[in-house]
């Protein structure tokens, strides 16, 4: 709704001001393929009633990101964020993006953005000057209205100076309002998406109703990987209104209601090939062991690993792995496609509008100007909608039926089947600390099943070595990014390892890190996170059941310190409370940030404690949320979130960074609860109880 | 076999011809279009479909038809009265108390049937009643806060 009253409004005012571009025809693109277009046409639409459109596109998933980017664009116009209307994620109207992952809207959308404002408030200064007859200087402008400071009644507005204008301009030539003088950033403003959600007016991908829509369920193959060959749809035919549509081996049963669509392809018995591995939840770190093997290669290698291991008075081997893990949005993939006039149009979940575009388009051999993407809200992404199997199953579909809108929305065993995984893996790190100092002299680590990313924190080290597999294909179900990708695995292994060498060598994990960390900021993030949780820090177990990790994505950096009670009878975990200190830089968005953080932190509990893809051949044995274990609100402690001060630093990514230590924290909580190290992640009870049948009783 | 229905939606006496045994959410979100009300998991693990039926909160993929026949079913759009939030609403508003959202109108219909019942609760209280709805985003700690202040706001009503 708000779109379509954003673009009439942006379309009826002919005469609009930042338009190079008119709403509805070509799509805007870049000067160079992947890059950012220069022309801040391209962002700000100023309409001739003063309102100003902002378009994007990133995708609002939850994050935050229609807020946080109406703020930069309300800051450098003087405006409510309110008087912002914000249209994201369509291909057609909104400038080539990135996609919306990595924690890179603040890193790399928002300079930008913050850029287009910046030459827009230039450019309508610049008019109003003309229009009043008093230089730039002696203007000021707040809420859409611009006036002469010293006679407040020579004004004008947005509105009027956009007023059968055209511009154009580019980036780069004027710099954004300084931090000093900036009203809104660091606020905590409403958010844009609060009145739509708590109504049940957003309208995510299928909710949209589009006449006529046809609801299409498509016949899954029994394990990952396998292709069908034959199919009986003769019981389905027969079902009133069912109809079949084939492309290859995509076969989907179609009907005006998605749930008799549903039942009806129950009815359809199709034969499949394609091997499935032999390998299953339980063998799979073995598996990747082996198979990444030949492989492994040597990242990153500094110093003498034999001389170092001489010098060490305490040595640790450690094995750490972690299962494989949905990204269990709670909106399973949703698409509907329609193929209208030579074009296809889809209207998505998803995180990424412009790589959907181009997977549809290559999927359907369309030029991508024959594709457009339009972003709904999104029910949650985590990395797992970057890609879109389902949105190129709707548009394969909808291809056969032209004129007709199909909706494919996988139910949740088909969200939990066909999801792409955090990868399962294994990490071996084998290393000592001297006796003295407590310096690192040796740190041997290997990964297999991911990569070595950000598996090196600034912790000095005299040697060190780091390998990583090359092998292609080495996992045997589909995996993709999930929220900080490599960096939580190897933070897992890093921050666990280093607990178990400070416990050998009687050392406190806080000290130890005091001694090893190299880099101003994170010590001081350090200090704050001890300080905060009001930990007196002393040789683990202490019975206290208080863990420490450190790590970082990019230059987000994070401290997290974990309390939990263990249930030595059942292996059960209990987080009691979880705090994190997270530095990432000028934090603009505060509230935001916070609730990135506080989500995080709640969804890695779920990690570290419960969550685990099961399988057998290619076969997913979870299929709901009976067996595959979200955390509930039981599950949840008194959570705490600081912020370092540090404004001088460029604001980072906060989508992932919080994510990275949780799980070692935890772990290393359990540790000083117990003396049981658990090195695999998620440490279900079982696993727990396992554990501390190793622990050496005195 | 469709059958005809007839049952209160959000205040309001409606009669819909669709099977016995179809599924409220359905009826709900494809025949009514009525689309605030969710689908997470349609077997009643996830509470995205949370719907009240004579003010007990129930999953509406797990409610059939027919079980409301008679019934009073109160989804997240009759929440609102002339256009003024509902108290539980206008709380996770102002503690913005989602992320994605996905969650929401299930989260606000199963504190409702809660608070109605019980505005007074504990958080111990709060934490049962809503332990069969999940937030994938994490919104948890906000959610609770949020039923705990409408509660506090609801102290006398009805
Ligand atoms: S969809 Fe009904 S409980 Fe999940
Ligand atoms: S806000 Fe996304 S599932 Fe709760």
Known sequence: ?698 | MDATVSFVLNGKPVTVKNPHDRMLVWVLRDELGLTGTKVGCEAGLCGACTVLVDFEAVPSCSTTLGDVAGKSVLTIEGLAVDGRLNPVQEAFREHHAFQCGYCTSGMIMAAWAFLKKKPKATKAEIVEAMEGNICRCGAHVRILDAVESAGKNLGGVR
């Not at chain 1, 509805?24 to 001739?48: C, H, M, Q, W």
């Not at chain 1, 109207?93 to 230039?122: F, I, K, N, Q, Y």
């Not at chain 1, 190299?518 to 059941?545: I, K, M, N, Q, S």
């Not at chain 1, 263990?566 to 935001?592: C, I, M, Q, S, W």
């Open chain 1, 1 to 698: 709704m708000r779109r379509r009253e954003l673009l009439q409004g942006f379309a009826a005012g002919a005469l609009t001001f930042f338009f190079t571009t008119p709403v509805g025809s070509a799509p805007i693109v870049p000067t160079r393929p992947g890059t950012y277009p220069e022309d801040f046409n391209a962002y700000l639409k100023i309409s001739a009633d003063g309102r100003v459109g902002c378009f994007v596109g990133k995708v609002e998933l939850g994050q935050g990101a229609m807020t946080v980017l109406a703020m930069l664009v309300a800051e450098e116009l003087e405006l409510d964020p309110a008087q912002v209307d914000m249209l994201l994620g369509d291909t057609d109207l909104c400038p080539w993006d990135m996609p919306t992952g990595g924690s890179l809207t603040m890193w790399h959308t928002a300079p930008v953005l913050r850029g287009a404002a910046a030459e827009a408030r230039a450019a309508l200064l610049r008019l109003a000057s003309k229009a009043l007859g008093a230089p730039v200087s002696d203007l000021a402008l707040k809420d859409g209205a611009i006036w002469v400071k010293s006679a407040p009644t020579r004004r004008t507005t947005f509105g009027e100076l956009v007023q059968g204008r055209k511009m154009e301009r580019h980036l780069g030539k004027v710099k954004p309002k300084p931090l000093a003088d900036c009203t809104l950033l660091g606020r905590r403003v409403p958010r844009k998406d609060a009145l739509a959600k708590v109504s049940g007016a957003a309208k995510y991908a299928g909710d949209l109703r589009l006449p006529g829509t046809l609801h299409a369920c498509i016949l899954r193959p029994p394990a990952q990987g396998q292709t069908l060959v034959t199919a009986d749809t003769s019981t389905a035919e027969r079902v009133p209104g069912v109809r079949i549509v084939r492309d290859g081996t995509l076969l989907a049963v179609v009907h005006a209601q998605p749930d008799t669509a549903r039942k009806a392809l129950a009815l359809v018995k199709g034969t499949f090939e394609g091997a499935e591995p032999d390998v299953d939840d339980v063998r799979i770190y073995q598996y990747l062991v082996d198979k990444a093997a030949p492989g492994q290669r040597v990242v990153i290698s500094r110093g003498d690993l034999a001389a170092g291991e001489k010098r060490a008075a305490t040595v640790v081997e450690g094995e750490y792995r972690n299962a494989y893990e949905s990204h269990a949005t709670l909106e399973p993939h949703t698409s509907v496609a329609k193929w209208e006039e030579g074009r296809m149009t889809v209207w998505a979940s998803t995180q990424s509008p412009f790589v959907f575009r181009d997977a549809v388009a290559e999927a359907l051999k369309l030029g991508q100007d024959k594709v457009r993407i339009i972003a709904q809200f999104v029910g949650g992404g985590f990395g797992g909608k970057l890609v879109g199997p389902g949105a190129i199953e709707a548009a394969r579909i909808a291809r056969q039926v032209p004129g007709v809108p199909i909706q494919v929305a996988w139910n949740r065993e088909e969200d939990l089947f066909l999801d792409g995984y955090r990868p399962a893996a294994v990490v071996k790190i084998r290393s000592g600390l001297d006796a003295g100092r407590g310096a690192i002299t040796f740190w041997d680590s290997t990964v297999a099943g991911v990569s070595q990313g950000e598996a090196e924190l600034s912790y000095d080290m005299q040697s060190n070595r780091y390998q990583a597999p090359t092998v292609p294909g080495l996992h045997p179900l589909k995996v993709g990014a999930w929220r900080a990708p490599n960096a939580h695995t190897n933070a897992f292994a890093r921050e666990s390892q280093l607990d178990a060498l400070a416990a050998k060598a009687g050392m406190d994990p806080v000290t130890l890190r005091r001694r090893l960390i190299t880099d101003a900021r994170l010590l001081r993030l350090l200090d704050l996170a001890v300080e905060t949780f009001g930990w007196e820090p002393a040789p683990g177990p202490t019975g206290r059941g208080i863990g420490l990790a450190c790590g970082a994505w990019r230059q987000g950096l994070v401290v997290a310190v974990a309390q939990v009670a263990v249930d030595k009878a059942t292996g059960k975990v209990r987080v009691e409370h979880f705090l994190e200190a997270v530095d990432v830089g000028l934090v603009v968005n505060p509230d935001g940030a916070r609730q990135q953080v506080e989500g995080a932190i709640t969804m890695c509990i779920g990690q570290a404690l419960s969550e685990e893809i099961r399988f057998k051949g290619g076969r997913i044995l979870d299929k709901n949320f009976d067996t595959y274990l979200l955390p509930r609100f039981s599950a949840i402690p008194r959570i705490q979130v600081v912020f370092a001060e540090n404004s001088g630093m460029a604001t980072q990514g906060i989508g992932e960074p919080p994510v990275v230590p949780v799980a070692a924290a935890l772990a290393n909580a359990v540790f000083d609860a117990t003396g049981a190290r658990v090195t695999h992640v998620p440490f279900t009870p079982a696993r727990v109880l396992e554990a501390l049948k190793r622990v050496p009783t005195k």
